[in-house]
């Protein structure tokens, strides 16, 4: 940044932690922000979405749903930039946001499928910590 005045250096370096912290939405955000304030209501304790727990819960076997798809990789695979399968054999895009930008930016799908795959998954409902976390880790894929 040598040779730009300070002012227009702060605000490259600003742009550049935006891009870096990921491919932001005004859509999406909003959907995390109505995950975080129902996470919040659930839980006085919560203090934000993690995209650790979001991994660990998007990739483990969970019990209570249906035996053949125990995980959200069972059809999305494990590696979030992959093409994914539903049991059917039909093609399902890649989760990850960089591949897939549109990804959790329409909140009827999102609350639609977040409804029907949880339910296959783990045969209740995900919180909305679940979802919040889920949706930060793939956001940073
Ligand atoms: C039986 C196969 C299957 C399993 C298992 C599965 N999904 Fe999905 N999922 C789909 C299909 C099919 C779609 C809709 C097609 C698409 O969005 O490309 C979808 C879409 C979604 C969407 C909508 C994304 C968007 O674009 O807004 C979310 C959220 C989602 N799944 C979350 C999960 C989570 C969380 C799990 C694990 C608890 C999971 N899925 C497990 C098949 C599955």
């Not at 209501?41 to 934000?48: L, S």
């Not at 993690?50 to 990789?73: E, I, L, M, Q, Y």
């Not at 639609?112 to 949880?118: Q, S, Y």
Request: hydrophobic residues 45%; aromatic residues 6%.
């Amino acid at each position: 940044m040598k040779g730009l005045p300070p002012i227009l250096s702060l605000v490259l370096v600003a742009i550049a932690g935006v891009a870096a912290a990921g491919a932001a939405n005004p859509a999406r955000d909003a959907i995390l922000a109505a995950f975080a304030a129902a996470a919040k209501q659930a839980d006085p304790a919560f203090t934000g979405f993690s995209a650790d727990r979001g991994h660990a819960f998007w990739t483990v076997a969970h019990a209570g749903g249906k035996p053949d798809t125990p995980s959200c990789t069972s059809c999305h695979t494990v590696d979030p930039t992959a093409v994914g399968q539903t049991r059917a054999g039909k093609q399902i895009a890649p989760m990850a946001v960089s591949k897939t930008p549109d990804r959790f930016t329409d909140s009827a799908k999102v609350e639609k499928w977040f409804g029907r795959n949880c339910s296959t998954v783990l045969g209740r409902d995900c919180t909305a910590a679940e979802k919040g976390d889920v949706i930060t880790y793939l956001a940073g894929k």
